[in-house]
Structures are given as C-alpha cells and as structure tokens.
C-alpha cells in the first residue's frame, strides 16, 4: 500500500492528557497537510510542511498544538493537555508540491479519531 | 462571508440515476481550483476530480464530470449512472493562488444516498 499512512486509527484519551499522532506521506510527495473534522463539518485546515519546513500554521493551531516533519518524510501532531474540544478526526494528507503546477492534489490518509473523555 | 458553500445537507437517488450536487464558491483570486472529495463512512477523504480556474472545458473523469459555471461562481458534480457504493458524503473544497498555494477550503458536504 503506498497511500497515505496514520497511526494509530482511533485514540481515546483523558482530558488533561497529551496525545501524539504520526503521518506517513506518500514517498515522492513533499508537502505535508493536517486538517481537523468535527462531526457534521468539512475538514479544517491547520497546518502545512513543505519537506521540513512548517510553512503555514492555522490560527486553530493553539500553543497546545505542535507539528514537526523533522527529516522531510513522516509528521508528528502533538495535543498536549487535551480538552474534550479537542475531539475529531485528524487528517493527514499529502502532494508533489511541484511549482507552478497548480493542480497539486492532495491525497488524505484513513486519519486519526480523538476522543478526550 | 463562507468560501465554499454546499446547500444540500442530504441527497436521495435511485440506482443508475445521475445526480447533481452543488457547490458554490467565493475568492477573489484569479487562479483557484476546486475539488471533490469523497469520504465514505470510514473516514478516508477520497479524490474525485479537479478543475483549475483557466480550465476552458469542465473536467471528468470516468463517470464523474464537473458543471464549472465560472461567471456564477459554481462547480457542481454530477455522477452519472448511480451506483450503491457512491453512498457518502461529498465535499467541495478550492485551492486559492496558483503555485506554492496550500489549504485547501471545504465546504461542508452533501450525504448522498443511493437506493435501489
């Protein structure tokens, strides 16, 4: 399988607790995406990486948050001290970042369910 | 004012029937592209098709095609020849600005139905 990869699939924490969450790109892509779904809306964008680089963060992406891309393949997103607002599907996605190409699909993973009790 | 406006929360069709979702959009950028998306009950977000803002005719793919109306501000999707695994939700989204551009803005959904 050579799609997008998250780990784990479904995590159910305490409130207070910290949470990490992997991202396992497509090989050759080099940007990175995370975007946060709550029940009944569409996806959310919160921040992106370019190889390594964070180039965009979402004002949703509050200081509880962190994302890192360290060697420019796989993601971490970080949620310490979890609140129950916190609760959604973390999405990872994934392009070329060919420039000036401007199609650049992105191709999401299975994502991440959080559940802070 | 929303970037991406999907009025159909839900949506019944019959087997083999084409259906048409709508979407409306909003930017003031000259180079935008828009998506759909697909994302059945298991989570994944699963691209259908794709249409850039100099585009001069609408985009398909397979039995997925792409209503672009520039001047309206509109991509609506339609699926021809409904088949029961399209039962999902369906979200539009756009990319502004061309080149190192990022986000992607969704709107939020239409579940489709398909019924025999």
């Known amino acids: 399988d050579t799609g997008v990869s998250q780990d784990p699939r479904h995590k159910i924490t305490k409130r207070g607790q910290n949470v990490t969450f992997r991202c396992d790109p497509i090989?050759?892509?080099?940007?990175l995406y995370w975007y946060r779904q709550t029940l009944g809306q569409g996806p959310e964008f919160l921040t992106y990486?370019?190889?390594?680089?964070?180039?965009?963060k979402s004002r949703l992406l509050s200081d509880r948050f962190s994302a890192e891309r360290p060697k420019g393949s796989f993601s971490t997103l970080e949620i310490q001290r979890t609140e129950q607002g916190d609760s959604a599907m973390y999405l990872c996605?994934?392009?070329?970042?060919?420039?000036?190409?401007?199609?650049?699909?992105?191709?999401f993973g299975p994502g991440t369910r959080l559940t802070v009790l | 004012a929303q970037k991406i406006t999907q009025t159909q929360p839900g949506m019944f069709v019959q087997e083999k029937e084409a259906v048409t979702l709508d979407c409306t959009y909003d930017?003031?950028?000259?180079?935008?592209?828009l998506f759909w998306y697909k994302q059945p009950s298991s989570g994944e977000m699963i691209f259908l098709i794709y249409?850039?803002?100099?585009?001069?005719q609408n985009a398909t793919e397979g039995r997925y095609s792409l209503n672009f109306q520039k001047a309206r501000k509109s991509a609506n999707l339609v699926i021809s020849a409904s088949q029961l695994g399209d039962s999902a939700m369906y979200f539009c989204?756009?990319?502004?600005?061309?080149?190192?551009?990022?986000?992607?803005?969704f709107g939020t959904g239409t579940r489709l139905q398909v019924t025999l």
């Open positions: 249409q850039g803002s100099y585009d001069q």
């Open positions: 930017t003031s950028d000259p180079s935008y592209g």
């Open positions: 990486f370019q190889n390594e680089a964070q180039l965009e």
């Open positions: 996605a994934s392009s070329l970042g060919t420039p000036g190409f401007s199609t650049d699909t992105q191709y």
């Open positions: 090989s050759e892509h080099n940007r």
């Open positions: 989204a756009m990319r502004e600005g061309a080149g190192t551009a990022s986000k992607l803005t």
